[in-house]
């Protein structure tokens, strides 16, 4: 838990995304981005097929969503998205567009909620998300599986690399691909921000759960291509963040690239999803729809 005389301002301003939004004042932009997308869901809700509130694990808050479109064939490929939020806010019912950008490539899209700290503390995050894949991957037995996630949601996402014992060895398979949007994946900075005041990680947990640190000492369980899009006004942090992930996987000899998103922040990167024509759509696109 960090404390006033803990903090460190300078890491704080880093790992505060609004801080770095231009276009909206610091004090609206989440409250703008996460009400747009709300709205956002609504309007999915309405266009696509969704069964709502699936049971994945024994918690109340471990449900997940699926949608599909009327094209959608029965083995077509399953995105699993993890939303953002530092662990301790926003929801699946927040985080609409990249729901729009898994429609185009006629894909089930699964949106996954899990428990919030302080409720939860990282570790069962982490064993909640990694349910939730086990759950997927055998709704969609016929299915390749691809899991994205933002911010807190990317880290998520990345921890999956490391786990062990998947009970299903034929499971990391058929994950075909990952894509990670402005994540977290060394975790020790946060130590010095209030980010951990309600997630209450000490140093060792901190380093369990940080993927480019446990990346440095096992071999990734999950062998798959991997994207790392950042939003250009984003923080230098967050920008070195997802370089130094590139670098760790590289030298595990997997396929993966990072990349600078013109003209977007932590948000916008995600609205923009709605576009087809959006730099990150096109990729997603690529991944979803490429042959194995």
Known sequence: ??????????VENEYTCSRWVRDIPVDLALSTYINQWAQMTSKARESFDVELNICYGNKEE???DVY??????QNAA????????YWQESSKDEYAPPIFAAMRAAAFTVMVEYQLAPKAT???????VKSAVKFVAKRFPESPLYLCGHSAGAHLSA??????SWEDADLPKRIKGMCLVSG?????????????TAVKMNEESAKRNSPALQLKLVRPSLRCPVILPVGEYESPSLHNQSKSMLEILKSHGMECKYFDIPKCDHFSILSKLTSAE???SKELYQMLTEKH
């Open 62 to 64: 471990c449900t997940l």
């Open 122 to 128: 990282l570790d069962e995050i982490v064993a909640q």
């Open 278 to 280: 959006f730099q990150l």
């Open 184 to 196: 977290v994946y060394d975790l020790l900075p946060l130590l010095k921000t209030t980010i951990n």
């Open 68 to 73: 599909r479109t009327k094209e959608t064939l």
């Open 78 to 85: 399953v995105f699993i998205f993890f939303h953002g939020g």
């Open 1 to 10: 838990m960090t404390s006033k005389q803990d903090m460190d301002e300078d």
């Open 159 to 164: 921890m999956m690399m490391i786990q062990e």
